[in-house]
C-alpha cells in the first residue's frame, strides 16, 4: 500500500469506520436469521431496530419507539423498559445523534443523496426549516395518543429499510427511493436533517448529556469554512460559539466527524466534554455579545 492510498484511507477513516458499524449491525441481523449465527447454541441478534435480543437473553429496545408504546396506553415488559434504558443511556453518554451517523442503515443513502446534491444539484426548490423535525417529533407523539398506534414506526423509513433488507418483503424501497430523490433533488439533507423524528428526539434527549463532543482549537483555525461546507448540520459549526465553548455542544451534531479529517489547520478532533469550555469566561462572552449586535 503506498503513501497517497495510506493518506487518503486515514482521510476518510470515520467514514469507513461508520459503514463498517452500519453494515455490521445489519449483517448481524441477517446472518442471524438466515445463516443461523449463534453462540453456545444462543442466536446473536434477533428482532430488528426497534426492539431486539443478544443472545436470546439481552433485551435491546429503541427509546423512541418504546416511548411512542407507552404512549399508546399499552404495557411493555419489565425486559423492554430496561432494555429501552439501557439504549438510551449508552446514547446519552456517546452523544445521542451518534445513531444517525453510526447506526441508522438510512444513513448511507441520505449521505449518497447529499453527495450527488453537492455535486450535480447544487440547489434546494424549497426551504425547510431544520426546527421542523421538533414539530413532527411532537405530532408522532401526539398521533400514538390518539389513534392508540405508534405514529412513526408505521411510517418509518428507517424500518422499511431494514425489513428490506432482512425480510426481503419488496414494498419499502419505493418509499427509500422517494426519500433519495427528495435529498437529491429537493432539499439537501431533507429527511436526516429537517424532518426525521427520531433524530429530533435523540438531540433533545442528550443534548445537556452526550460527553464525546468535537474539540475547537480557536488560536489554528483559519476560518476556512470547509468544515461547515462538508457538514450535514453546519448550524452546530457556528464560529462564535465554539470560540466560546472550545467545543461543539448542540444536540444537533451527530459525531459523524466529517468536519475533522476536512480541517486543513487539524482545528476539530473528538475528545470528552469540557463544562464550561475554554473561552467561556465573561471577557469572552462580552466579545461575543458585542460582535452578535447590530
Not at 63 to 68: D, E, I, N, V
Not at 83 to 111: E, Q
Not at 116 to 141: Q, S
Not at 194 to 220: E, M, N, W
Amino acid at each position: 500500500m503506498n503513501h497517497t492510498t495510506t493518506t487518503r484511507l486515514w482521510h476518510w477513516r470515520y467514514l469507513i469506520l461508520r459503514r463498517i458499524v452500519q453494515i455490521g449491525v445489519l449483517l448481524l441481523f441477517f446472518g442471524t436469521l438466515h445463516w443461523g449465527w449463534s453462540v453456545f447454541g444462543l442466536p446473536l441478534l434477533s428482532g430488528n431496530l426497534s426492539a431486539s435480543e443478544v443472545l436470546g437473553q439481552l433485551t435491546l429496545a429503541d427509546p423512541f419507539a418504546t416511548l411512542q408504546i407507552l404512549l399508546t396506553g399499552h404495557v411493555l415488559q419489565s425486559e423492554v423498559l430496561l432494555g429501552a434504558a439501557l439504549v438510551l443511556g449508552v446514547f446519552l453518554v456517546l452523544g445521542g445523534r451518534v445513531w444517525c451517523s453510526w447506526v441508522c442503515p438510512v444513513n448511507p443513502v441520505t449521505d449518497f443523496a447529499g453527495f450527488l446534491h453537492r455535486k450535480t444539484w447544487r440547489k434546494n426548490l424549497f426551504g425547510i426549516p431544520r426546527h421542523l423535525r421538533y414539530a413532527v417529533l411532537a405530532l408522532a407523539l401526539l398521533l400514538s395518543v390518539l389513534i392508540g398506534l405508534p405514529a412513526f414506526e408505521w411510517v418509518s423509513p428507517i424500518g422499511a429499510m431494514h425489513r428490506e433488507i432482512i425480510f426481503g418483503l419488496g414494498l419499502g424501497w419505493t418509499a427509500l427511493l422517494g426519500l433519495f430523490l427528495f435529498d437529491w433533488l429537493v432539499v439537501k439533507q431533507g429527511w436526516c436533517g429537517h424532518l426525521c423524528p427520531l433524530g429530533a428526539f435523540y438531540s433533545v434527549v442528550a443534548r445537556h448529556t452526550a460527553q464525546i463532543r468535537v474539540k475547537f482549537d480557536q488560536a489554528s483555525c483559519n476560518g476556512c469554512g470547509k468544515c461547515q461546507a462538508i457538514c450535514p448540520e453546519p448550524q452546530v459549526l457556528n464560529l462564535k460559539r465554539l470560540a466560546r465553548d472550545g467545543q461543539v455542544l448542540s444536540g444537533e451534531c451527530t459525531n459523524c466527524a466529517r468536519c475533522i479529517p476536512i480541517c486543513p489547520e487539524k482545528s476539530l478532533a473528538f475528545g470528552w466534554r469540557r463544562n464550561p469550555g475554554p473561552g467561556s469566561g465573561p471577557a469572552q462572552q462580552q466579545l461575543i455579545m458585542k460582535e452578535d449586535s447590530p
